[in-house]
Nanobody, 114 residues
Framework: VQLQASGGGLVQPGGSLRLSCAAS????????MGWYRQAPGMQRELVAI???????TYADSVKGRFTISRDNAENTVYLQMNSLTPEETALYYC?????????WGQGTQVTVSS
């Protein structure tokens, strides 16, 4: 399974970005797709996860500002991020779970700076 993430970039504080991640290479669809992030010198942390049945889990710090969604036909997961803060500058990693295994994308850089 390959995960191709895109949509990162430079945005001013208070701005918005939309990340996308497409899964390919399998005839089955991931049961779970989501996003983690890792800032320099920090551990990787959960941002948002979308499970089967549409169950979502968000980090407390992003609730109300970030929205995760999925296009099941395209095996693509999206992360709409609003009201970004400089502290959210990080590499954002796409994650998918399929047939009991976890897969990671290559990471897309999000930089929040004026």
């Amino acid at each position: 399974v390959q995960l191709q993430a895109s949509g990162g970039g430079l945005v001013q504080p208070g701005g918005s970005l939309r990340l996308s991640c497409a899964a390919s290479g399998s005839t089955s669809s991931p049961t779970i797709m989501g996003w983690y992030r890792q800032a320099p010198g920090m551990q990787r942390e959960l941002v948002a996860i979308l499970g089967s049945g549409g169950i979502t889990t968000y980090a407390d710090s992003v609730k109300g500002r970030f929205t995760i969604s999925r296009d099941n036909a395209e095996n693509t997961v999206y992360l709409q991020m609003n009201s970004l803060t400089p502290e959210e500058t990080a590499l954002y990693y796409c994650y998918a779970r399929l047939s009991g295994r976890g897969y990671w994308g290559q990471g897309t850089q999000v930089t929040v700076s004026s």
